[in-house]
């Protein structure tokens, strides 16, 4: 098993007033050629705005766009005739495809918003612009792993890619073993709250590591832990 182990620490931040952003991988301003992604997982972003603020109209191309909501909830509308609130709770996938423009903001004028941004390069160019969103029940992952994101009908959000997304609640000495679903697929583990143990390393709040060449793994929670699993190809 190959391992790679990012420190929340080691993170880009960018700080906008309004946003304050932390990125595992390379994005806008920060530029790290040792951090251009993970596989075909390319973006993390992990973004507090301001109550009322947010992005305007902006567009995207041939990316799966990920947005998970930790704390507070966001305004989306786009071009596709969507206009939705996400909630914490709630994972919303946007297959940018050929072309879509949208907005994302604070849905609450006072209380920050606090979500996760992740973008996946998709496995076909060039589909129809796609968008998807699903309340996911917390219980069904209590000590257990819940697919949110599949390439699967069915199970979780759709996504144009072999990517799998996974949420997990695990109380204090639980440990949750997990088995790849493709041998040329590896996992990129993202530490939401808590602490766990990882590949032999100790990993906390916002700490992320990625695993390849490997079957299987274990994740050991030594406090209450939130984390999320992203399993995508490797090639």
Excluded: C
Aim: charged share 20%; glycine share 10%; hydrophobic share 35%.
């Amino acid at each position: 098993m190959k391992q790679v182990l990012h420190r929340a620490n080691t993170r880009g931040h960018a700080n906008h007033g309004w946003l304050d952003s932390h990125h595992t991988f390379s994005f806008a301003n920060y530029w790290n050629p040792e951090r251009m992604g993970f596989g075909k997982l390319r973006v993390i972003n992990d973004d507090v705005v301001d109550g009322g603020k947010g992005f305007g109209t902006h567009p995207h191309q041939n990316m799966e766009i990920i947005s998970i909501p930790l704390s507070g909830d966001l305004a989306h509308k786009d071009s596709m005739g969507h206009t939705q609130v996400i909630e914490q709770g709630d994972v919303q996938i946007m297959s940018a495809g050929t072309g879509v423009t949208h907005s994302e903001f604070n849905y609450h004028a006072e209380q920050a918003v606090n979500f996760l941004q992740i973008w996946v390069l998709p496995k076909a160019m060039n589909i129809r612009p796609r968008y998807d969103q699903r309340r996911f029940a917390q219980a069904d992952r209590h000590n257990q792993w819940q697919t949110v994101v599949s390439p699967e009908e069915g199970l979780g959000l759709w996504i144009n890619q072999d990517a799998y997304f996974s949420l997990g609640h695990l109380d204090k000495g639980t440990a949750l073993e997990y088995t790849l679903h493709q041998s040329q697929n590896g996992v990129y583990v993202f530490v939401i709250e808590g602490q766990v143990t990882l590949g032999g390393q100790v990993l906390s709040k916002r700490d992320g590591m990625g695993l390849w060449e490997a079957a299987s793994f274990s994740v050991e929670a030594h406090e209450e832990a939130e984390v999320l699993l992203m399993e995508v190809p490797m090639d």
